[in-house]
């Protein structure tokens, strides 16, 4: 048994906005953004943040693997929404994780992907990495045009890995090239050339250096240079300072993706993994107050897992959005009127959230033990007419389970945030069913028997008192809506 990368996954939004339409937007005020007009970004749905694109990483990367075998989970992020709650809390129950796993929110720095993988690496165990971020900027901005949402996730332990690691090597300094503060929403950021001499340039190759030197190889012998940057031309010239050949230096996924903050390096790495060779080396490089520099030696090559999308997958999976003010709207960029139906007091009891936290979280449902009737949700009394047998369920999971459309309708008259609000029976294969809320939808292209998939998604916001709260969706199955 070898200890290294049993799986990995990701997720991109299926939302991508043209960086064109941000440059023809704000021209009046930055005509210097046309230089970077091209390609695009990925971009959240209202109902996404960095907890929800974290289930949907981990669900990737679990595709073909024994969730009850995890005993960590690290989740790393610059943009977690609780300040103060355990967001791996969420994801670990929402994944349906053992409760006794270790769940650990991890910040601070650019590179708290690579530094979370490199810890996991240490761990005896399983532990799933999941590197998520969904970034603000201000509008007619540099980095909003630089910037996408995503998440990878990565589970390391013992078995037949897909990759081992072969050396690392890390250096702290409190190299600030950027800050964001808990008083403010955007992030600062410092002269890009200063950033690029001062910072890159003068703490990555070093660090390169050292770690080829722990392993006994040389620049040569890396196939994959994985470096997050969206500095123009910095990663190649990195390589070149470390002596690493040009042909090696990964895609940034800057086209069709942006600069996925934190998550960043490990999707990049992900990535590199879906490509690469047995035999072959991916050099991984965190950029953030200093760097972390991982060396993987490739084992075996992707197997094709069916549900599962990676990065390749999810780029593929996407939906072109014109639509400058709706991508600010979703952001709260700009305020606009909701009108009075949007005025309703969201309180959610903490208390019922607790006592429902199974079927609210993780989407467990009930199976009869008399008579075999899945429903939605657990309730005392099987649903079956000729049954009815009292306190014979057990916990069900629906969570990875295909429905397909009864009915439904595109309710132009209650509030939404994304107009009209889609919704309608979704009848379980295998028995069960539930009226729920739709997202990635279409309106136009509704039908009855659509099959559907489960989704992790923000139920609704409480504004009142910063709460968020969470549930299942349905949206178009992958392998329809590709």
């Avoid at 998520?132 to 996408?148: C, L």
């Avoid at 136009?444 to 504004?463: C, E, P, S």
Wanted: charge should be negative.
């Amino acid at each position: 048994m070898t200890f290294g990368i049993l799986a990995c996954g990701a997720y991109i939004p299926r939302l991508r906005l043209a960086r064109r339409v941000i440059a023809e937007a704000n021209s009046w005020i930055n005509p210097s953004l046309k230089g970077q007009a091209k390609g695009e970004r990925a971009i959240c749905n209202w109902d996404e943040d960095s907890v929800t694109m974290a289930v949907a990483a981990g669900r990737d990367a679990l595709a073909a693997h024994d969730r009850t075998a995890v005993t960590a989970l690290y989740i790393a992020s610059t943009t977690l929404p609780f300040l103060d709650r355990l967001n791996a809390g969420i994801v670990g129950e929402a994944l349906t994780l053992p409760p006794g796993a270790q769940a650990l929110d991890i910040g601070g720095s650019q590179r708290a992907g690579t530094s979370a993988l490199s810890n996991a690496l240490n761990n005896a165990g399983q532990t799933l990495v999941v590197a998520t971020e969904n970034r603000s900027a201000r509008a007619a901005s540099p980095a909003e045009m630089i910037s996408g949402d995503a998440a990878a996730a990565i589970l390391v332990g013992e078995g037949n890995p897909l990759a081992r690691l072969v050396a690392s090597a890390t250096q702290t300094a409190d190299f600030v090239d950027h800050y964001r503060t808990i008083e403010s929403e955007y992030d600062y950021s410092w002269e890009e050339r200063w950033v690029r001499d001062t910072g890159y340039m003068a703490i990555i190759p070093p660090l390169i250096t050292r770690c080829l030197a722990s392993a006994g190889l040389t620049p040569a012998d890396v196939s994959h240079f994985c470096l997050p940057t969206a500095l123009p031309r910095v990663a190649n010239a990195v390589a070149k300072a470390a002596g690493i050949a040009d042909a090696a230096v990964a895609d940034n996924l800057h086209a069709g993706c942006g600069d996925t903050g934190a998550a960043h390096a490990l999707l990049m790495l992900v990535s590199a993994l879906e490509r690469a060779k047995p035999g072959e080396r991916i050099l991984a490089v965190g950029f953030g107050q200093g760097a972390d520099v991982l060396l993987f030696e490739v084992m075996a090559a992707m197997p094709a897992i069916a549900g599962r999308l990676g990065v390749s997958g999810h780029l593929t999976r996407r939906r072109e959005e014109t639509n400058y003010t709706k991508f600010l709207a979703f952001n709260d960029n700009i305020e606009i009127e909701r009108g009075m139906r949007a005025e309703t007091d969201k309180l959610t009891p903490l208390s019922a959230l607790w006592r429902n936290h199974e079927t609210v979280t993780a989407f467990i449902g009930g199976k009869c033990e008399t008579c075999g009737t899945l429903q939605f949700p657990k309730s005392r009394i099987c649903v079956n007419p000729n049954c009815n047998a009292v306190d014979t369920q057990q916990p069900h999971p629906f969570a990875d389970t295909i429905g397909r459309i009864n009915s439904y309708t595109a309710d132009r008259l209650t509030y939404s945030p994304d107009p009209p609000a889609c919704y309608g029976m979704i009848q379980f294969d295998g028995g069960g069913r539930w009226m729920m809320d739709f997202t990635d939808v279409e309106p136009d292209a509704l039908t009855v028997g659509t099959a559907m998939q489960m989704t992790f998604r923000i139920k609704d916001i409480d504004a009142q008192r910063g709460f968020r709260r969470y549930f299942w969706k349905a949206a178009p199955s992958n392998a329809e809506s590709k």
